[in-house]
């Protein structure tokens, strides 16, 4: 009988019991997902609630006027925090390039 967490990879690393491994990559978007949907929940809830209490029915960004609606909450939060989060993973990947020597 063979133990599946014994055997490894052509590049020397265990494989796990199921035969699937979670690399960087994976769980950096995999977490970048989370939190773009946790904020398009949030947004969602916000664009609710604040045309009910803060009787906020439209909001003006960079010109455009932009009716308060769950929809338009949940989209601008995701959005918003997903070219942020996307802007600093693609920061990190090149500054992980450039210092592994090997620039692009």
């Known amino acids: 009988m ?3 967490r014994s055997e490894t ?3 020397g690393e265990p494989i796990a019991a ?3 491994t979670v690399t960087g ?6 977490t970048v997902g989370t939190i773009v ?6 947004g969602a809830v916000l664009g609710f609630l604040l045309p009910r209490h803060a009787e906020l029915e439209s909001v003006t960004v960079n010109g455009a006027t ?3 609606s769950p929809i338009t909450g949940a989209v601008y939060g995701a959005v918003t925090i997903g070219c942020i989060l996307m802007a600093l993973v693609a920061v ?3 500054a992980s390039r450039a ?3 090997n620039g692009g």
């Open 92 to 94: 990190v990947m090149v």
């Open 37 to 42: 949907l946790v904020t398009a929940v949030f």
């Open 18 to 20: 199921t035969g699937r």
């Open 66 to 68: 932009v009716v308060v």
């Open 9 to 11: 990879t052509p590049a």
């Open 25 to 30: 990559r994976t769980l950096v978007l995999a």
């Open 99 to 101: 210092g592994n020597g």
């Open 2 to 4: 063979t133990d599946d």
